[in-house]
């Protein structure tokens, strides 16, 4: 089913491995002229445009763009018990974990008199967006509101598609979702329309512009994202789930089977590769995923991401060699599953998140780890971070001299600015000691 590629008797450069490791090949690019008509015909005709764009790619009409707060009662009131008390296990530790990721302010007295403070401010409103494609997911609701609040954030709107086979309206548990959270601003609109309807606004919705998109989607909503970025912040352009695992022979094969599995299962262009330095490893590894593969759910679809170019199992002489491979890669969800699991964990760089020991899946991270699991794809994670309450902040400088403090520095102030020919900016200085008011 999954491929073999061997680099046993070699040790790639850098350059190399980023030629050698399985990647979904997704060019965004493709997307951009169909997302930029779909964002302009928002633009420009509003709700109106957000109908078409349903009846034609959702197969829905006849609906509630903007969802009436009696609906969300609604989905809130039928969740079952034991569903509710799942979901609030995972925002509440969600919570926890976010809360972290909040920075104190700081002060620093870099003189007598002379102080900056260090603060990070929230941005005002936010839009999130929570897909409905081939998965329901709830716990995106989770992860991306909770930070959102934990960092402040003022006003916060939900988007997710509207669904046939609910009469148009949002998947209830992911209202259910937006529900316990306090959420009330929330749009049956997806794609590259809703992420366009946050950028500019919905006059007649009284939708009005965020100032940060956040929250996966299909390619068309990466590329919404990519053209408004500038216009609003986002997260990143996320694309087919992945994960890497790196493991010697005492590594569990059915535990790595049903992981590399609980990815593949989202879609057919999902990645799962297994790097290891043991063949028997890898051999019991291929014949538990032709086994667990032929139970699951999803078969067909697991099947299709498990022998596509994206996936595959890994030989390398060491396990130095498996983590120069899974640097180089940047996978969105990293797996350890070795006896030097640690010493391994200090040497990863690049890495949405990672998971450490036999009994810390991704599937603990998707839902109640606390961690959050909107996390950069397709290589992202070598420049860019995970969803988390600073995704939502922004560092602000206070600064705040006396005039002894000034003083100081006026002189350098003063040759700085004759220096780069701005003399303006050195009077702006000395006229504070010239004038007998101050």
């Known amino acids: 089913m999954i491929r073999t590629l061997d680099l046993r008797g070699s040790r790639p450069s850098r350059a190399q491995l980023l030629e050698l490791i399985p990647r979904t090949e997704i060019d965004v690019d493709v997307a951009i002229e169909v997302a930029e008509s779909l964002i302009s015909a928002v633009r420009t005709t509003g709700s109106s445009a957000l109908k078409e764009q349903a009846l034609r790619l959702d197969n829905v009409s006849d609906y509630e763009i903007r969802v009436p707060q009696s609906h969300i009662d609604e989905a809130v009131t039928a969740l079952s018990p034991a569903l509710r008390a799942s979901l609030e296990t995972a925002i509440e530790r969600v919570r926890q974990g976010s809360a972290a990721q909040v920075p104190p302010a700081v002060h620093t007295e870099v003189a007598p008199g002379a102080r900056i403070t260090q603060r990070w401010q929230p941005v005002e409103r ?240 998707d839902y109640s780890a606390g961690s959050n699991h909107v996390l950069p794809t397709a290589g992202q994670a070598l420049f860019a971070s995970g969803l988390g309450a600073y995704t939502f902040l922004r560092p602000q400088q206070i600064i705040e001299y006396s005039k002894d403090a000034l003083g100081v520095v006026s002189s350098g102030i003063r040759l700085l600015a004759d220096d780069e020919d701005l003399p303006a900016h050195g009077d702006a200085v000395d006229i504070r000691f010239k004038s007998e008011d101050n």
Do not use: W
């Open 126 to 365: 936010v839009g999130l967006y929570v897909p409905g494609g081939k998965a329901v997911y709830p716990s995106s609701v989770i992860m991306n509101v909770v930070p959102a609040q934990v960092a402040g954030v003022g006003s916060i709107a939900l988007a997710s598609p509207p669904q046939a086979q609910f009469g148009g309206r949002i998947h209830p548990t992911i209202l259910a979702a937006a529900g316990l959270l306090g959420v009330s601003e929330v749009y049956a609109m997806g794609g590259a329309g809703a992420i366009g309807a946050f950028a500019y606004g919905v006059e007649e919705l009284d939708l009005v512009p965020v100032n940060v998109v956040t929250g996966p989607g299909n390619v068309y909503v990466a590329a919404a994202k990519r053209l408004v970025r500038g216009r609003v912040g986002i997260d990143s352009e996320a694309g087919p789930t992945e994960i890497l695992v790196i493991a010697d022979s005492s590594a569990r094969a059915e535990f790595v089977a049903a992981d590399l599995i609980s990815q593949a299962e989202h879609d057919e262009m999902a990645s799962a590769v297994l790097v290891t330095d043991s063949l028997e490893l890898a051999e019991q590894v291929r014949a538990e995923v032709e086994r667990q593969a032929l139970s699951t759910a999803h078969s067909e679809r697991v099947r299709t991401a498990l022998t596509g170019p994206q996936s595959a199992l890994v030989l390398v002489d060491d396990l130095s060699v498996a983590v120069d491979f899974s640097n180089a890669y940047g996978p969105e969800h990293l797996e350890i599953h070795a006896r030097s699991s640690h010493e391994l964990v200090s040497q990863i760089t690049n890495a949405g998140a990672i998971f450490v020991g036999d009994y810390t899946p991704v599937s603990l991270g």
